[in-house]
């Protein structure tokens, strides 16, 4: 192929990708949106594949192309609440790619072009190398902490002068790379990179240890950000306008996401990466002692056979407990009696944007009665019955009103505004952030204590058991 | 539902530092190339700073319009969409280069072709559980 002839495929590629994600803005069209991209895909690769002058390794290319897809595919087969995880893994997979081609074009540029290694090109190479091994190493924490690795500590990791220690070694890092910028072809310059490199990768790492599992679908965001910037980095370091295309649609995605995540928080980037959430709350939780009204899941099932309008929040505590088949055995039973059920969609609840609409629609429970919050939150004062399910701090109304709370501030669904609540929680203690709830000692409050699933398929059974009644 | 006003100032201000940096960068090189050997690479820099700012601009514009339902398959998406960097592992691996370099691309092009499998894969296999009526006729089609 002709230089022209790959510039024109580059062309065709980015605008499949465009559609590509312009056929995401509904269900109904999202699939066509899959097979652009894949087309895409497809019209990249064999364009830069296809010149036979040039790329004469093909071997090489088919055997890594082999394993990746062999690889590639168990991952994409695993149980969706694992999807958060895969999905920092793959953002560590894309960082760690550019990481590498960064680091073998300056050390071929270094040896056998030195010409080619312009300032603009290393900062270029700078920019890929920093961003894709922090991401790499940071993804692959992100990871760790979601499938609840032994190694991997789960409570943020906080520590005196942490920031100053990790912003120190991005400077240190940043700085080295300016001094290679100057002189690239130093005598020492070969030794400072791998210097970069391990800095950054270290970086990564302490980067996400004070981070908790609360703050994920905003981590993922910014990680997912980043791994786009990394590519397009590498398009600037390879004069490749699909890269820089490809990489700055990924890099705006994430940016947005983030921002959504923040927002739904009331948090700003700075805080969530360098705020260490879950040290302050830990001695807030401390307080006097409150009683808890509970009830027993028969009653629960009668009260939910005589409302009109009954609306779910689910939590991360509904993935971890794999109940959403048996929540869609109680929606069923809900409505064969003509009861209004509607699910209520926290921004920020599971461990990844939009993961609650996933797992509710694995159960095939139709995405028109998956509803965001603003919209919901209107309805809730003639809701005859809000069920939580392993929701906590997307329905604390201290979020409201308690000036000292640190979630102060952050939107939630207003669960309290219903007539009757029902809260399914495993054990006493207080949610993941260690911040008590006031809606668990509301007047209008009670209590359904145990497993997630075990409660809601037992609910399932009596509401089944008691149809016949009727 | 969602104002532009903050993203924007965001993209706008780093946008800004970007072509700050680049325009340093172009700038030093056009007094370092002095001499005239600087015509060995003839990068168009401006244009590839076009092209990120519009496509960052474009993917804004159609990102916000994503239906928050899909944002788990977005990211999956849009994850698979930037393995494109397999194309850089490819120019890394293929070309007659030193064996060492061609390995680090064969790394790269491994981990990019993963993403690009299990990316596809199950965006497809999530977009498939979308439906509007239980049982009923798939919302999600073809």
């Known amino acids: 192929m002709t230089y022209t002839l790959v510039q024109l495929s580059y062309l065709l590629a980015t605008a499949l990708f465009i559609f590509s994600l312009h056929w995401m803005s509904d269900p109904k069209t999202a699939r066509r949106g899959v097979y652009s991209g894949v087309a895409g895909m497809t019209v990249g690769i064999l364009a ?110 906080t520590y005196r002068g942490q920031n100053v220690i990790n912003l120190g070694l991005l400077l240190l890092a940043v700085g080295l790379g300016a001094f290679l910028v100057v002189d690239p072809t130093a005598d020492m310059a070969p030794k400072l990179f791998p210097v970069i490199i391990a800095l950054s990768l270290v970086f990564g790492v302490l980067l996400i240890i004070p981070i908790g599992g609360a703050d994920m679908p905003t981590v993922i965001s910014i990680l997912n950000s980043y791994a786009g910037l990394s590519a397009v980095a590498m398009g600037f370091v390879l004069d490749n306008k699909l890269l820089i295309t490809a990489g700055a649609l990924d890099g705006s995605s994430g940016l947005i996401l983030s921002i959504i995540m923040c927002r739904a928080m009331n948090r700003s980037f700075t805080n969530v990466l360098f705020g260490a959430f879950g040290q302050v ?55 064969s009696r003509g009861i209004t059920v509607k699910f209520a969609i926290h921004p920020v609840a599971g461990r990844m944007p939009g993961h609650m609409n996933v797992l509710l629609a694995e159960a095939e429970i139709p995405y028109t009665d998956l509803v965001e919050m603003d919209e919901i939150n209107s309805e809730m004062p003639q809701c005859d019955v809000a069920l939580v399910i392993g929701a906590n701090d997307v329905v604390n109304p201290a979020a409201r009103a308690d000036k000292s709370s640190p979630i102060y501030g952050m939107p939630i669904i207003d669960a309290d505004k219903a007539r009757t609540v029902f809260a399914i929680k495993r054990s006493k203690n207080p949610g993941f952030a260690g911040i008590d709830n006031e809606l668990y000692f509301g007047d209008r409050t009670w209590m359904l204590f145990g497993d997630a699933k075990a409660v809601v398929g037992e609910l399932a059974k009596q509401l089944s058991g008691g149809s016949g009644m009727h | ?54 496509s960052t601009f474009i993917g804004i514009g159609v990102i916000r319009r994503v239906s928050r339902l899909l944002h788990t398959p977005l990211m999956s998406l849009t994850n698979a969409i930037s393995a494109i960097a397999v194309v850089g592992a490819i120019l890394v691996t293929g070309p007659d280069y030193p064996p060492h370099i061609r390995f680090l691309g064969a790394v790269a092009l491994f981990a990019s072709m993963t993403n690009i499998v299990s990316g596809f894969l199950i965006t497809n296999r999530m977009l498939k559980m979308f439906k509007t009526r239980e049982g009923g006729e798939k919302g999600v089609q073809k």
Do not use: C
């Open chain 2, 1 to 54: 539902m969602f104002r532009l006003a903050l993203p924007l100032r965001g993209a706008v201000a780093s946008l800004a530092a970007l072509v700050l940096a680049a325009s340093l960068a172009v700038a030093s090189e056009d007094a370092a190339a002095g001499g005239g050997h600087g015509a060995t690479q003839a990068l168009d820099l401006p244009s590839m700073l076009f092209v990120f700012m519009l």
């Open chain 1, 281 to 335: 709350q830990a001695a807030a939780a401390q307080g006097e002692q409150k009683s808890y009204k509970a009830e027993t899941v028969e009653g629960a099932a009668q009260v939910l056979e005589q409302s009109s309008l009954v609306v779910i929040v689910p939590g991360y505590g509904l993935a971890v407990a794999q109940a959403q088949h048996k929540v869609r055995e109680v929606y069923d039973q809900l409505k």
């Open chain 1, 48 to 157: 830069t594949w296809a010149q036979p002058a040039f790329i004469v390794h093909n071997g090489w290319i088919f055997l890594a192309l082999l394993l990746g897809a062999a690889v590639g595919w168990p991952l994409s087969r695993v149980p969706l609440t694992a999807v958060p995880q895969r999905t920092a893994l793959s953002h560590a997979f894309g960082g760690l790619a550019a990481g590498l081609v960064g680091t073998a074009k300056y050390y071929l540029w270094y040896s056998e072009g030195p010409e080619n290694l312009t300032a603009f090109r290393m900062v270029a190479i700078i920019a890929e190398i920093v961003l894709g091994y922090l991401t790499f190493t940071g993804s692959l924490m992100a990871a760790g902490k979601l499938q609840e690795l032994k190694w991997v500590p789960q409570r943020p990791v």
